[in-house]
C-alpha cells in the first residue's frame, strides 16, 4: 500500500516561489521501480481538482498544465522515493490545496482518476 505525504505548503506574496515535497513510502520497490507516474494536482474554494504536473519515474518524462508552465518545475529523486514542485512567481490564483498522487502510467497525466494513490494535500495561498 503506497502512502503520500505532502509538505512545504504555506502563504506567501504574489511573485513569491515555494517548493512542494511529497515522499512515498509503502511501495516494495525503491529507484528500480519504473512504473510510476507522479502527479501534482491542485484544488482550490468551489473549484474541481486540477493537474498542475506530473513526471514518469520511467524515463523522467514531464506534462505540465498551461496555467504553470515557466513558473513551476516538477522533479523527482527515485533513490529518495520523492518528488518536488518548485513554484515561482506565484500568483493569487495558485491558492489552492495542493495534493501529490501516484499513478500507474503519464498516459493521461492530468486525468484524475487514472491515480491510484493521494496525499491528504498541502495548503497554499498566495496573497
Known amino acids: 500500500h503506497v502512502q503520500l505525504v505532502e509538505s512545504g505548503g504555506g502563504s506567501v506574496q504574489a511573485g513569491g516561489s515555494l517548493r512542494l515535497s511529497c515522499a512515498r513510502s509503502g511501495d516494495t520497490f525503491s529507484g528500480t521501480y519504473t512504473g510510476y507516474c507522479m502527479g501534482w494536482f491542485r484544488q482550490g474554494p468551489g473549484k474541481e481538482r486540477e493537474g498542475v504536473a506530473a513526471i514518469s519515474s520511467r524515463d523522467g518524462g514531464t506534462h505540465y498544465a498551461d496555467s504553470v508552465k515557466g513558473r513551476f518545475t516538477i522533479s523527482q529523486d527515485n533513490a529518495n522515493r520523492s518528488v518536488y514542485l518548485e513554484m515561482n512567481s506565484l500568483a493569487p490564483e495558485d491558492t489552492a490545496m495542493y495534493y501529490c498522487?501516484?499513478?500507474?502510467?503519464?498516459?493521461?497525466?492530468?486525468?484524475?482518476?487514472?491515480?491510484?494513490?493521494w496525499g491528504q494535500g498541502t495548503q497554499v495561498t498566495v496573497s
Open positions: 498522487a501516484a499513478g500507474a502510467r503519464c498516459l493521461r497525466p492530468f486525468r484524475v482518476t487514472d491515480y491510484l494513490y
